[in-house]
């Protein structure tokens, strides 16, 4: 049971170019999340799914997109990378007590 | 619009000491969860310890429990025996109906030998 995987773990983006985070989970969670989370701040959500082929919105959601085309996998893609989304990204499943378990993390520079 | 409030960026505490981190919410749902997730320097959150808001009584994780004031709305952490390794960020967040946590902006503990 390896619970949330996030790949990479690190990476440098151009500006303008384009790449995709990796998450799957092992614990047939319905709920997935998105986040990033900037030096110093706390988390703000990007996307959200709370089962397969359906997303949402969340509070930061330009400049990203998802898909949720299975229960394991929900794949965050950034589209023409600006230094903005210079972050750490986290992964989360949603458990049975309404807890999350995040991902190890995906540090993305943009330069 | 619901908000989470931590008022406390940094904290420290002696080794064995108690601390307690603050965290107050604005909602005007009624039933809702809230959760303190620590932050070390690997990055991984974890989660500490969770609420009910329907459940009157404080929960308590071994040396974590909470201070749960509904009417206060207020949702705080006390640490018992600190321990070095309990030096971290620590996140209090909440979740109501839609599935959207929200999180606090964090505190940092720093726990003096």
Redesign the interface.
């Known amino acids: 049971n390896a619970g949330v995987t996030q790949t990479p773990k690190f990476r440098i983006l151009k500006i303008g170019q384009s790449m995709t985070l990796q998450c799957a989970q092992d614990m047939n969670h319905n709920?997935m999340?998105w986040?990033r989370q900037d030096p110093?701040?706390?988390?703000?959500?990007i996307y959200?799914s709370?089962g397969a082929g359906i997303t949402d919105k969340?509070e930061v959601p330009n400049g990203y997109n998802v898909s949720r085309s299975t229960t394991e996998d929900f794949p965050l893609r950034l589209e023409l990378a600006a230094p903005s989304q210079t972050s750490?990204y986290?992964c989360?499943s949603?458990g049975t007590?309404?807890?999350?378990?995040?991902g190890?993390?995906t540090r993305l520079t943009v330069l | 619009a619901q908000t989470v409030t931590q008022s406390q960026p940094e904290m420290s505490v002696q080794e064995a000491e108690t601390v307690t981190l603050s965290c107050t919410y604005d909602t005007s749902e009624s039933d809702y969860y809230l959760f303190w997730y620590k932050q070390p320097p690997s990055r991984q959150m974890i989660l500490v310890i969770r609420q009910e808001a329907y459940k009157q009584q404080n929960a308590t994780e071994n040396r974590f429990s909470v201070n749960f004031q509904k009417a206060a709305k207020s949702f705080s952490l006390k640490i018992s025996d600190s321990q070095l390794g309990d030096a971290a960020m620590y996140f209090c967040a909440y979740r109501a109906g839609t599935y959207k946590y929200i999180f606090g902006t964090g505190t940092r503990l720093k726990v003096l030998a």
């Open positions: 709920y999340y986040y110093g701040m706390g988390l703000k959500l959200y709370v969340g750490v986290f989360a949603g007590y309404n807890e999350q378990f995040f190890p993390g």
